[in-house]
């Protein structure tokens, strides 16, 4: 058995008078490996033993015998540190590899809750700008890290689908519309118009009158008026999902702003009940002030509704359907004053569950070619740069392995998972300057450096050859297939472990289920990105003094299956980040 938990609540148990259990459900994992691998906070005895929780760790520490799998035991302040052996810790792995493979390293922390992400949520009938990028890339990592997590995951796309701009595009295509240009190429099309309604309105702005009566028309039903609005919606999203699609990205709704349209009047009518909507010239608005907040606009005096009313009306709609424990918003920092105030008022109705609600922000992304604004027209496309990246991947790829049989698909998860890998790496809090030469560059911290030192390891072990299947059930058979017992099996083969490059692969390697849960907990893919270079690098260094396929049989053995860990490992955590990782690249 290689239960380091229930080995240290066995050995502890007795001695602080808790039950086996009761010991493993206290241990902590110290955020430093530093540290052992376990601690066990001496503060929850002191009450019971009347003694200061430093005394109690260092008088146990005294008592604690190195065992099979513990190698010693230290106190430090009021913790005590364990320390596994490290064959034991490699053997460890191994079988967690060997049982869970492409779930190795998730957890179950969030068995039976649901968490909501609301991500990307671009505008229809304004392209899928690079802006759109952070949300869906942040988003989709998030929604796969909580899911790693054991979470049920909601992940939901507010399409920007309502709203006066649909006014401006539906007198635009009325005016200088074209019907075979726009099933031609809907979303730059329309893009198109869009642009150009707002040159001939800085010229003759009564068009502004118009687009506003037009939306107005289109909040009354008018048939002509909706049938267009459908038509652009249809025609955007089926561009979305395709982009999506490609980038290996799903949603479970797409539920969007005009989705809560018929609902918006209750809305309107608690707020009211509640004594939260006051009027102001004809329009409603929530005094927020009080509460240090500005005061918000809930309806307009043409009784038209807001951003905000759709969004409070979308929070109570999303917690009736799904109960949810936590709902997510990862929408850039420039709305975050949009977010207190929707948190604020939810919380005013009284819904106990907006303390619940959190706005994940991200900073701003930035190519060389300034801030794109969609007015202006000065748009980069997400598509475009996508294209791009997968054709840069392309000529490096075709100069560094020109034999590789199949190109497109390396260059597809190389061009993608550099963009992904770019904007994820960041603290998402700050701005991304994009740059292309180092979001692909081989060695730096980049997705192609994880990528590439899995597509290493993958043709090592098929160098391995018939004698190493990669399958560690296999595998563990054929080193020895006298042995009953995996585990003593396992930790025999740890034995053969002895080079500095090989144990801190196997701590970093250790590492990996809480570096999952710390990258939850502070909604951070950032913090997995790092660890995921931190592991191909110390793979790197291993390679470079530990040769694997010519080493002795023993190590050989011990080297395979420990580069096998490391496979699964980058392997799922790139997934983990919405990247792929090819065999071979
Ligand atoms: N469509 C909005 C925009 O592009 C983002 C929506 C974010 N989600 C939300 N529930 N407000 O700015």
Not at 28 to 57: N, T, W
Not at 321 to 337: A, I, P
Request: aromatic share 10%.
């Amino acid at each position: 058995m290689l239960n380091f938990k229930n080995e240290i609540g066995t050995v502890l148990g007795p001695l602080v008078e808790m039950s086996a259990g009761e010991v493993e459900s206290y241990l902590e994992i110290p955020p430093d490996p530093e540290m052992g691998e376990y601690a066990f906070p001496c503060f929850v005895l002191s009450r019971r033993m009347k003694k200061a929780p430093q005394e109690i760790a260092s008088s146990l520490a005294l008592q604690i015998e190195p065992g099979l799998l513990l190698e010693k035991t230290i106190n430090s302040g009021p913790y005590l540190n364990f320390y596994v052996r490290r064959p034991a810790l490699a053997a460890g792995i191994f079988s967690q590899v060997l049982e869970k493979e492409q779930n190795y390293g998730f957890l179950s922390d969030g068995e039976g809750q649901t968490v909501l992400i609301d991500y990307s949520a671009p505008n229809i009938a304004k392209p899928f700008g690079v802006g759109h990028l952070r949300s869906t890339v942040i988003g989709n990592s998030l929604s796969r890290i909580y899911r790693a997590l054991g979470y049920r995951v909601v992940g939901i796309n507010h399409l920007g689908d309502w709203g006066t701009q649909f006014g401006k595009l539906i007198v635009a295509f009325q005016r200088w519309g074209e019907q075979s240009l726009l099933e031609r190429d809907p979303v730059h099309y329309l893009f198109q118009l869009y642009v150009r309604f707002h040159k001939e309105a800085d010229d003759n702005p009564e068009l502004d009158d118009e687009a506003r009566q037009k939306f107005r028309e289109l909040e009354k039903g008018n048939k002509d008026a909706l049938a267009l609005w459908e038509r652009f919606r249809t025609l955007s999203l089926d561009e979305f999902q395709r982009i999506y699609n490609f980038m290996g990205i799903s949603f479970d709704s797409y539920l969007g702003e005009s989705y809560y349209n018929d609902m918006l009047e209750k809305t309107i009518k608690l707020a009211q009940e509640k004594g939260l909507a006051k009027e102001s010239e004809g329009a409603l608005v929530a005094d927020l002030e009080p509460y240090g907040l500005p005061s918000c606009l809930l309806q307009k005096k043409d009784g038209a509704a807001l951003y905000i009313t759709r969004d409070l009306t979308a929070a109570i709609y999303r917690y009736e359907t799904y109960r949810f424990s936590k709902l997510f918003y990862v929408v850039g920092s420039e709305q975050t004053l949009h977010f207190k105030q929707l948190f604020k008022i939810l919380e005013l109705l009284g819904f106990p569950w907006a303390k619940d609600c959190v706005h994940v922000p991200f900073g701003l992304i930035r190519f060389k070619e300034g801030r794109m604004s969609t007015r202006e027209g000065n748009v980069i496309f997400l598509e475009d740069v996508l294209d791009r990246s997968i054709k840069l991947a392309r000529s490096i790829i075709q100069e560094k392995n020109p034999d590789l049989e199949n190109k497109e698909n390396a260059s597809q998860a190389v061009g993608l998972g550099a963009v992904i890998f770019g904007d994820l790496v960041n603290d998402r809090i700050k701005d991304v300057e994009f740059d292309w030469d180092s979001v692909l560059d081989f060695s730096g911290e980049t997705a192609p450096y994880i990528q590439y030192a899995h597509a290493r390891i993958c043709s090592i072990l098929r160098r391995a050859g018939a004698n190493f299947s990669g399958d560690l059930k296999t595998d563990l058979h054929f080193f020895n297939s006298s042995s009953a017992d995996e585990s003593a099996e396992l930790r025999k083969i740890g034995e053969a472990f002895n080079a500095p490059e090989e144990e801190q692969l196997i701590i970093t390697m250790s590492r990996f289920s809480e570096q999952i849960r710390r990258a939850g907990e502070e909604l951070k893919p950032s913090i997995l990105a790092h660890y995921l270079v931190n592991l191909a690098r110390d793979f790197n260094k291993f390679y470079h003094t530990c040769p694997v396929l010519t080493a002795d049989e023993k190590s050989k053995t011990a080297r395979l299956l420990l580069i096998q860990g490391v496979r699964t490992v980058l392997c799922n955590g790139l997934k983990l980040l919405g990247i792929a990782a090819p065999r071979e690249m």
